[in-house]
């Protein structure tokens, strides 16, 4: 069995590492340590998209990622990111980068941001995905007054992914009531595809 030490690495790292060795060496079992919370939602869900069946074990701060497959020798696929969307369909990406919209007055850029994401649906079958990173993670939050209408487009179908790096930062993982916990490879490679992306 494999077993790769990641303990010291932020994202995405791991899960870039982990996707470079199964290329280079394909293999049943894999055994993966890292030690914050964002990786091991990220290198699990990385796995499990390779075919793996993933158990954690561990506490914090070291988890330890037990993976293993019936398949010998399996290609590596791409990242889940890239999974989507289907060709013939739009790839609209927005990006969040805040909790409220506009700058000045707080209170009034939350009720701004939670009347944005109620209209988001009326962009139809164009809007894919949903990126938040740094305080746009607190969206997702059960504090946040946004979480609701997150909520209701994941409902929806649309992909939500909430960078795990910014939750760790602000200390809201075990906060996270909707979306994907994501890395910067999910982000990159979600913008690359996507045929328009708006920045809020």
């Known amino acids: 069995m494999s077993i790769l030490d990641f303990k010291g690495l932020n994202c995405p790292q791991p899960v870039i590492r982990t996707k470079t060795f199964l290329e280079e060496n394909p293999c049943r079992e894999l055994t993966v340590r890292v030690d914050n919370r964002a990786a091991v939602e990220n290198v699990t869900r990385f796995l499990q998209s390779q075919g793996f069946s993933v158990e954690c074990g561990g506490q914090n701060p070291l988890f330890t990622l037990s993976a293993s497959r019936k398949e010998e020798e399996v290609e590596v696929g791409p990242t889940p990111a890239l999974l989507q969307p ?5 790839s609209t990406v927005v990006m969040i ?6 700058t000045g007055d707080l209170v009034l850029g939350e009720k701004l941001m939670v009347n944005f ?14 990126i938040m990173v740094n305080e746009g993670v607190k969206l997702a939050s059960d504090r946040s007054a946004a979480c609701e209408e997150l909520v209701a487009l994941e409902a929806k179908g649309v992909r ?3 960078c795990g790096t910014c939750l760790e930062h602000f200390g809201l993982m075990s906060e996270k009531r909707v979306g994907e916990t994501t890395n910067m490879l999910d982000i990159v490679t979600t913008l690359q595809v996507a045929s328009k992306v708006i920045n809020i």
Do not use: S
């Open 86 to 90: 289907g060709a013939e369909t739009a």
């Open 97 to 102: 980068t805040h909790n409220t919209m506009g």
């Open 117 to 130: 994401l109620k209209t988001l649906p009326e962009m139809g079958d164009a809007l894919w995905t949903v």
């Open 160 to 162: 939500l992914l909430v």
